[in-house]
């Protein structure tokens, strides 16, 4: 507890006082007996006061070990001195009385100087430090030792001299010294786990302040620690403190009444080793280095810190210090490893790093700057930096620099500027621009350039492929439309006309079928070339993708608008080109677009749409045609394009039915099978023939659903009669050319058949001769599928196509069809009218393969064509192309059709010089469904 000035007053007179009367008890001894002991007992009186003094000068929590301690000597020289003043009393040498004054003097002076062997005070009221802990535990373990070994010593002495035994005195004083001793040993034990308790605080801290980055984590951590020594109890507050040169100024932690304190005062509490303020509720503790106090740590606490608390906060404080060195040590070496690198980085760099002055005087300068202009950067240094730009650069260098020292412009700016090489290049660099005039360890405008020619360069490639093709190197179609908006424009004002050409190659397929698509390239690039060889400079080619080009030509004159133009452009295609060593003759469609001048101006959007509907005028027209656009084609195209979706309405409103056209062995008549015809029953143009939307479904691909939708109808149209007993009959349908390129067309065809539990041989697939002009390799993969399966391959309209007889034995076809137009010519008495189609027969049955004759319309044709061997026929004789009830209703009561019987006509059959098997029996004809 507190001692005050009165307290310490209090404690040193009653030290006098003893001593005072120690020396007059002595004399009083030897001169006046009774006054001497009436002195001796006010003496032991004072000791026991000055104990209880000093025991409350003492923190218990301090100084309990010490009293133990003294009591544990005390007691074991009491009952010594009990036993040497009973042994005087029996041999008559002392009263009992003086015996007590005696044993008590003894014990008195024994206690003092047990409490004697604490240090002394620094000052009155204040507990020193304690003892160093070597020379405080050796003095202890040899008093303790000496005491416990008392009882012992006096019981032996007694044996021997025959002294009296004393057994309840030894009995008591030997429990009194056992049961000091056993909570002695507590404790030291006590003691002791404290101090491992604080060791491993320490070692802990020791950890945290090593991984701790940085001053203000190393703080935090001394912080908490400072907080956790001096306990939990009480609110604790802890500040960390920089003295400066005249204030202590709070870095870290709470400020209390220190904070702004003068620095004088912490730096002598500081320097002094530490302190506690009078009340020992404020600890100080210096934080040094080298050898020099920069910071104070203080911690302060509503009750009293101990002595014990102070000294682990200073141990603390030293660890702090050495942490606080090592973090100042490492962070110094990382600045200048870190500066030694920026140096080795800058010696190194690719980018110029330049400082200038106020007028743009250089003042330092890295190598690389040297580098880049051919020279040593010394000999850069002085002089100013627009010397070394391009001349246009100059101008804005100066004012960049000028703005900067007048405030104008903001501290950063970004510019592209041109240094010139010592031979005469320039290279493109990149500034960055930043103004640090006002910065006293600069002083002067920071230029950062970095080489970007690389990326310029890169730049000017990537905007060239952007707008321009990357085959042929002419414009596309982002350019082109560029250019023909500011051709269309300057046109306006001044009235001139323009012009623009859309050109599509043709059959550029069949060149990339049969040359790859290196030689496709090939011809592109060559067409490239003449197409810009053939107009004006001024022209632009371009190519849009593929096979399809345009080209805007302007200020076109009235006179030479149609011709001129025509011939420049299919000039370009009147020699032929040579691709992979072959010369080839390849011709194209143009269509033509004049706008401007005496005409209505068109904008971009029109001028493009309408050069596309020329041009697909000229397609419709046949190959190498050219087409000028009119105000008319925009109508007639519009009205395909009405068509076309109107062909896409009818396919979501199930608009389209399917007829069947019976097949017949025209020896006896009877139906063999069915050919299934689509037809479109328009809801106001009535019922459609395929001649009017066929062509169109096959350009816009239409025809793939379609199709698709009659080869389902017609398989459930066959299942359904061989259902009624005419499971012999056969289902022709038509396959078309973009039905045959799509890849799961077989997979389609066998899904029908098993859809329908039909055999595949009753399912036959016509094909005209114009499939073949197609992929051949992909197309026979379809066929030879369907025909290892089963289904029939029938090739539709023989000798009106692409005529090859090499693929009759290539590919997999059962059934040669003999179309219309040569068994038109039969019948008529002409010699020569049959020699085709009887040659065409005879090349069928070398083949192996059966013939079918299409459009028989009267009995002459039907004789002529069974004399040359064709078997099987179909046409008007027999039947129109009607419904599927009429069919179904003919079958159901009749087995033959045929013409009525004509007199005569077998006689003259059998006349002829041929060799015949049988001849066609009368039949019955198919009219309206009803046969007659």
């Known amino acids: 507890m507190p001692a005050g000035s009165s307290y310490s007053r209090l404690m040193w007179l009653l030290r006098v006082y003893l001593l005072a009367s120690s020396v007059a008890g002595t004399a009083a001894y030897f001169l006046v007996p009774t006054i001497r002991t009436v002195l001796w007992l006010f003496l032991a009186l004072a000791w026991v006061a000055a104990l209880l003094l000093i025991v409350r000068a003492y923190s218990w929590a301090r100084v309990r070990a010490r009293v133990i301690d003294t009591v544990v000597i005390t007691t074991g020289v009491g009952l010594t001195s009990w036993v040497l003043a009973d042994a005087a009393v029996h041999s008559g040498q002392v009263t009992a009385v003086r015996r007590v004054v005696a044993v008590a003097y003894v014990v008195c002076s024994v206690t003092w100087g047990c409490f004697a062997l604490v240090p002394a005070q620094a000052r009155s009221g204040e507990i020193a430090p304690r003892l160093a802990r070597p020379t405080r535990y050796l003095l202890r373990k040899q008093l303790l030792t000496a005491s416990a070994l008392i009882v012992p010593t006096v019981l032996l002495a007694g044996s021997v001299t025959g002294l009296p035994a004393h057994h309840g005195v ?37 950890a945290e302040l090593v991984a701790a980055h940085g001053q203000g984590e190393i703080y935090r951590v001394a912080l908490d620690c400072a907080r956790f020594l001096t306990g939990v109890s009480g609110d604790v507050r802890a500040a960390i403190y920089v003295v400066g040169p005249d204030l202590g100024r709070c870095v870290a932690g709470r400020a209390g009444p220190q904070d702004l304190a003068p620095s004088g005062r912490l730096l002598r509490g500081a320097q002094a080793g530490g302190r506690r303020n009078a009340a020992a509720t404020v600890s100080e503790l210096p934080l040094w280095h080298d050898l020099a ?175 321009h093709d990357p085959l042929t190197g002419l414009s596309n179609r982002a350019l082109f439309a560029d250019r023909a908006g500011h051709a269309m424009a300057r046109a306006a004002r001044s009235g001139a006309a323009i012009a623009m050409l859309s050109i599509d190659l043709d059959d550029f397929k069949e060149v990339n079928d049969t040359h790859g698509h290196a030689g496709g390239d090939e011809l592109l690039q060559q067409v490239a070339a003449r197409l810009q060889a053939g107009f004006r400079a001024d022209a632009t080619v371009a190519r849009f993708g593929g096979d399809e080009f345009a080209v805007l030509v302007e200020d076109v004159s009235q006179g030479t608008r149609m011709t001129g133009l025509a011939e420049r452009a299919l000039g370009a295609f009147a020699t032929p080109f040579t691709v992979h060593g072959e010369d080839l003759r390849v011709g194209a469609s143009i269509g033509l677009v004049v706008t401007g001048g005496i005409d209505d101006t068109l904008d971009m959007t029109e001028l493009m749409r309408s050069a596309d509907l020329a041009l697909y005028a000229a397609k419709e027209r046949g190959k190498g045609q050219l087409v000028q656009y009119e105000k008319d084609l925009s109508t007639r195209m519009r009205d395909r394009l009405d068509r076309r979706t109107e062909l896409e309405r009818a396919l979501e409103a199930d608009e389209f039915v399917v007829h069947f056209q019976p097949m017949v062995a025209i020896e006896t008549g009877e139906v063999t099978g069915c050919e299934a015809l689509v037809r479109w029953q328009h809801p106001d143009r009535g019922m459609l023939p395929p001649t009017d939307f066929i062509a169109l479904a ?91 399966a089963g289904v029939r391959i029938s090739m539709d309209d023989f000798g009106t196509g692409y005529s090859s007889l090499s693929y009759l034995q290539t590919l997999p076809f059962d059934i040669l069809k003999i179309d219309k137009s040569f068994v038109d010519r039969l019948g008529t008495r002409d010699p020569d009218a049959g020699v085709l189609v009887n040659a065409v027969i005879a090349l069928a049955h070398s083949l192996r393969l059966e013939v079918v004759a299409e459009g028989i319309e009267n009995a002459e044709q039907r004789d002529e064509l069974w004399l040359m061997g064709c078997r099987l026929g179909q046409g008007y004789l027999y039947s129109r192309p009607v419904e599927p009830g009429q069919i179904s209703a003919f079958l159901a009561g009749f087995s033959t059709l045929g013409p009525p019987p004509v007199p005569g006509q077998w006689d003259r059959i059998r006349d002829l010089p041929r060799t015949v098997r049988g001849a066609p029996s009368p039949a019955q004809r198919l009219v309206d469904g009803v046969p007659t």
Do not use: K
């Open 293 to 467: 106090t920069w910071g104070v740590l203080v911690v302060e606490r509503v009750e009293p810190i101990s002595v014990e608390q102070h000294a682990a906060l200073v141990r603390l404080a030293a660890q702090v210090s050495i942490a606080v060195e090592s973090a100042n040590l490492a962070e110094g070496a990382r600045r200048r490893q870190g500066e030694e690198r920026l140096g080795v980085l800058l010696q190194n760099a690719r980018d110029v790093i330049v400082v200038v002055d106020r007028l743009g005087v250089i003042t330092y300068a890295t190598p690389s700057l040297g580098r880049n202009l051919g020279l040593a950067v010394e000999q850069t240094l002085g002089l100013q930096i627009a010397d070394f730009l391009a001349e246009e650069d100059r101008g804005d260098a100066r004012e960049l620099f000028a703005s900067f020292e007048a405030g104008a412009t903001p501290t950063r700016a970004n510019t592209d500027w041109h240094l010139v090489h010592a031979d005469g290049t320039c290279v493109a660099f990149e500034v960055l621009s930043g103004n640090l005039l006002e910065d006293a360890s600069v002083a002067g405008i920071v230029l950062t350039m970095r080489d970007v020619s690389e990326r310029r360069a890169f730049e000017v490639r990537l905007t060239h492929q952007a707008f």
């Open 170 to 206: 030894m009995v008591w004083s030997s429990a009194l010294l056992v049961l000091l001793h056993v909570v002695r040993l507590w404790g030291l034990l006590d003691e002791r786990r404290g101090e491992l308790d604080l060791e491993r605080t320490f070692v802990r801290l020791g």
């Open 698 to 788: 096959e350009e816009t691909g239409l025809i793939i659903e379609l199709g698709r939708w009659v080869l389902d109808r017609a398989c459930a149209q066959l299942a359904s009669w061989s259902g009624a007993g005419r499971g012999a009959l056969q289902m022709s349908v038509n396959v078309s050319a973009r039905q045959l390129r799509e890849p799961g067309f077989a997979d389609e065809a066998f899904s029908a058949i098993r859809r329908h539990r039909l055999r595949p041989g009753q399912l036959v697939l016509e094909l005209t001769e114009s499939v073949l002009a197609l992929d051949v390799p992909q197309i026979s993969e379809h066929l030879h599928a369907l025909r290892a």
